[in-house]
């Protein structure tokens, strides 16, 4: 297990008892963001707690993040999800690479859980292929001018800016835009598989001030793609925050659940089941926290490999272990409205965002044919 320092060890104890007390109730009720659970969060000091205390944040690092994000995210999959976008997204991106103005116009209301930040980066024509997006920034009598589309943006609704990939004339970016400027026109909002919304959105002739400007430039945009490293380790959070949900609902329902004159959890079938799905979280969440600690200690951002590893195992292993519980649940667990059923459903997308499957493996491939199997020191 991960061994945590004494300030670690009281942030997840104060979270779990929270998440447990004020959040369960409700969990797996939320269509949109569950701000009463966020808005509870930041009066407890437990929003932001990777940005800067100047800014309305904790001042710890992205190890801490992700702590709130699974303890939060075993009993209230929603609100670890809004966690993550808020702690390690865009919000987060604006921090690192921002203008002092956009921090201090963009950042406060995260923190203080009185709005939001979203990232905004596939295209109709582009998903995986960032360099072909055709979203991008000209400069037109001194003014930036944006134009462009994006979709499958989430939490639109519950958001009043975005972080948006764009090309520039020297190369790729991202800037902020704000959804009630002129220019910004909502397209279609788009229902998932897991029953949450996400929006289609045009950009024309929208002009950005130039504190807006968060990337720009090749060796700027190259610390951005690096940053998405983390992006991926809190994405592996998410998953395996949903994992340990799963399992910990299906292990309490084979020890109560009786069929032919036991708990079904007493047959070796139903013994293996459990034992497997633990074997892949507590992988899973060895690769993803390794990664954070090897970056932390080091003071720099997670390696490549490392953050695509414990993606990837992350990914595969949320779609795996909801699936198993549910079997464990049988029937029971296929109805709809079943918190099994919310998991598996929303499951199923955590092998698509922050970088599908496929990019994981060529991103591990490549690293693997540039610098070998790492050593173990």
């Not at 808020?86 to 116009?105: C, L, S």
């Not at 991202?174 to 909002?189: A, K, P, R, T």
């Not at 998953?239 to 949900?245: E, Q």
């Amino acid at each position: 297990m991960l061994s945590l320092s004494a300030e670690q060890e009281m942030l997840v104890s104060s979270l779990v008892d929270l998440a447990e007390s004020e959040f369960e109730a409700d969990a797996f009720e939320w269509q949109e963001a569950p701000w009463p659970n966020i808005e509870l969060l930041a009066d407890r000091g437990f929003l932001g707690v990777n940005i800067a205390e100047e800014y309305g944040g904790g001042g710890m690092g992205e190890l801490e993040a992700m702590l709130t994000i699974e303890a939060v995210g075993k009993v209230c999959p929603d609100t670890a999800e809004f966690l993550y976008n808020q702690q390690m997204v865009a919000p987060r991106a604006i921090e690192m690479f921002g203008t002092d103005e956009a921090k201090e116009r963009y950042l406060p209301p995260v923190t203080a859980g009185e709005d939001a930040v979203v990232i905004a980066i596939s295209e109709p024509e582009s998903g995986s292929d960032a360099s072909s997006m055709r979203t991008e920034v000209t400069e037109q009598d001194g003014d930036l001018v944006l134009n462009g589309e994006k979709i499958w943006v989430s939490h639109v609704k519950s958001s009043s800016a975005a972080l948006v990939w764009t090309k520039f004339p020297e190369g790729l970016g991202s800037v902020v835009i704000e959804f009630d400027w002129d220019g910004v026109e909502i397209e279609q909002h788009y229902t998932n598989m897991a029953d949450h919304e996400q929006t289609h959105f045009r950009m024309e002739d929208v002009v950005v001030p130039e504190e807006n400007v968060v990337t720009r430039g090749e060796e700027g945009f190259k610390q951005q793609l690096k940053a998405l490293n983390w992006e991926r380790l809190g994405s592996a959070t998410v998953a395996n925050a949903w994992s340990r949900n799963a399992l910990s609902k299906a292990i309490d329902y084979a020890q109560q659940r009786e069929q032919f004159g036991q708990p079904i959890g007493d047959f070796q079938g139903i013994e293996w089941k459990l034992a497997d799905m633990a074997k892949r979280l507590e992988s899973a969440r060895a690769l993803t926290y390794r990664a954070a600690v090897n970056a932390e200690q080091q003071g720099r951002i997670p390696d490549r490999l490392d953050a695509s590893l414990a993606k990837l195992l992350a990914s595969e292993t949320v779609e795996h272990v909801t699936s198993e519980s549910l079997q464990v649940f049988g029937a029971n667990g296929y109805q709809q409205g079943h918190p099994l059923e919310n998991l598996y459903k929303r499951a199923r997308g955590r092998r698509l965002a922050a970088g599908t499957d496929e990019i994981q493996k060529n991103q591990i491939a490549a690293e693997l044919k540039k610098n070998g199997i790492p050593d173990l020191v």
